[in-house]
Nanobody, 115 residues
Framework: VQLVESGGGLVQPGGSLRLSCAASGFTFGRYAMSWHRQAPGKERELVALISSTGGTTNYADSVKGRFRISRDNAKNTVYLQMNYLKPEDTAVYYC?????????WGQGTQVTVSS
């Protein structure tokens, strides 16, 4: 099983980034996918979740209206479009696959929002 995140980096406040997570080694279309993040000194938090079919999405209040999660089951990939980024969005972002009690985590990608 592999979840490989990409697309992180340094961006100025107000800017945008698009994270991608390429999945392999499991039946991607059966799994709900989510993005979590962890900032230095803070607990890990759920940012966004998308159902296995993509029909349902949920977002943390802190990112509603700015972030959008999507998936392409034909490409085994989930995305997180992040707009109007703020310094408080700085964190390591993790891709997670979940089906019933089973979950897989990626290695994370760093997002830094700073001028």
């Amino acid at each position: 099983v592999q979840l490989v995140e990409s697309g992180g980096g340094l961006v100025q406040p107000g800017g945008s980034l698009r994270l991608s997570c390429a999945a392999s080694g499991f039946t991607f279309g059966r799994y709900a996918m989510s993005w979590h993040r962890q900032a230095p000194g803070k607990e890990r938090e759920l940012v966004a979740l998308i159902s296995s079919t993509g029909g349902t999405t949920n977002y943390a209040d802190s990112v509603k209206g700015r972030f959008r999660i999507s998936r392409d089951n034909a490409k085994n990939t989930v995305y997180l479009q992040m707009n109007y980024l703020k310094p408080e969005d700085t964190a390591v972002y993790y891709c997670v696959a979940q089906f019933l009690v089973q979950s897989f985590w990626g290695q994370g990608t760093q997002v830094t929002v700073s001028s």
